[in-house]
């Protein structure tokens, strides 16, 4: 198996720009998923494909990827922003991992 | 609308065994791979088990191989987890996750739908 490694802890103020990363040798052959989770409610994803967003989630979150890191990143950070960020990924022989975490906390 | 609800979750003692379940709806359950994702209190996700479509590739996290089983019935829309042989760090909040999967053409190894989890406390 293998890690995914990102910095515990991110502190922004309200309207910067909070970056996240997520590292791995795996991420230069995988894809990265990134999560974000308030106290008390389950994971709701917010980028998928290293880049992508969902549907309903705010166009302030983006993601990009550079050889073995992938990062998210908030714009314009708004208070409703502060949670738990995980990043995950998986290879089809179902090794599925996720990141250590990071907290965002919005000052 | 998609929804997922776990049940079964209680305190049982070490060594002790415990029956997870989690019924869907919204969705054509038996065309996706499930999972279980657990969180111990204060700490980050872990990924348990997965299980296909039609039970045909089961995987499970070396920490919980050999005391869990992972199961699945499409015609009730449920997936199951058979906990057994119990440990204290067994304790967390234990989600089912939906796999997105194939996704034109190409496969997604994502969790796009969770439920709201089941508190598993493993204590004397």
């Known amino acids: 198996s293998y890690e995914l490694t990102q910095p515990p802890s991110v502190s922004v103020s309200p309207g910067q720009t909070a970056r996240i990363t997520c590292s791995a040798d795996?991420?230069?052959?995988?894809?990265a998923y990134w999560y974000q989770q308030k106290p008390g409610q389950a994971p709701v994803l917010v980028i998928y494909k290293d880049t992508e967003r969902p549907s309903g989630i705010p166009e302030r979150f983006s993601g990009s990827s550079s050889g073995t890191t992938v990062t998210l990143t908030i714009s314009g950070v708004q208070a409703e922003d502060e949670a738990d960020y995980f990043c995950?990924?998986?290879?089809?022989?179902?090794?599925?991992?996720f990141g250590t975490g990071t907290k965002v906390t919005v000052l | 609308e998609v929804q997922l609800v776990e049940s079964g979750g209680g305190l049982v003692k070490p060594g002790g065994s415990l029956r997870l379940s989690c019924t869907v709806s919204g969705f054509t359950f038996s065309s996706y791979t499930m999972h279980w994702v657990r969180q111990a209190p204060g700490k980050g996700l872990e990924w348990v088990s997965s299980i296909s479509s039609r039970s045909g590739n089961i995987y499970y996290a070396d920490s919980v191989k050999g005391r869990f089983t992972i199961s699945r019935d499409n015609s009730k829309n449920s997936l199951y987890l058979q906990m057994n042989r119990l440990r204290a760090e067994d304790t967390a909040v234990y989600y089912c996750?939906?796999?997105?999967?194939?996704?034109?053409?190409?496969?997604?190894?994502?969790?796009?739908?969770w439920g709201q989890g089941t508190l598993v406390t493993v204590s004397s």
């Open positions: 996750a939906k796999e997105r999967g194939l996704w034109f053409g190409e496969f997604l190894y994502y969790f796009d739908y």
């Open positions: 795996t991420l230069s052959k995988q894809y």
């Open positions: 995950q990924s998986a290879d089809s022989s179902a090794n599925y991992v």
